[in-house]
């Protein structure tokens, strides 16, 4: 099997998409959450905060269009759809986790939470 020469810095590549769909600002955030396990919609509502319910439905449909969460339609009990990873989603969730933790290793090691912005609002007296 051929190689295909990907490049995410092309405008015209077919990664470029499924990169901008990932590194959205809600698709690293669902991708992460689904590493937990499969959830039903209102649990992914619930637990990303600040994300609209249309907003998680267009967000979901792209990412299952990029192959990365599958979407099932459950009939036991009342009839509900519950969002996994795929075997793709759970690599690239993977790598989002290790992005995770290396930002609150990061966090830790300067000893504040405080954004660079937020520092310099306080030295400038602006808080």
């Known amino acids: 099997m051929k190689q295909i020469p990907y490049d995410v810095f092309a405008a015209g590549c077919p990664s470029r998409s499924a990169f901008l769909h990932i590194f959205s600002r809600w698709g690293v955030l669902i991708l992460a959450r689904l590493q937990e396990g499969p959830a039903r919609f209102g649990t992914l509502s619930r637990s990303i905060e600040g994300i609209s319910e ?67 609002c306080e030295e400038a007296g602006m808080n």
Do not use: C, F, W
């Open 54 to 120: 249309r907003m998680l439905s267009k967000s979901l449909k792209l990412l299952e269009e990029e192959g990365l969460i599958y979407r099932r339609e459950l009939e036991k009990g009342p009839p509900h759809v519950e969002y996994g990873l795929t075997n793709a989603g759970t690599r690239i969730a993977e790598g989002i986790l290790y992005v995770i933790q290396q930002l609150y290793a990061v966090m830790d090691s300067r000893g504040s939470t405080l954004s660079r912005t937020e520092k310099s």
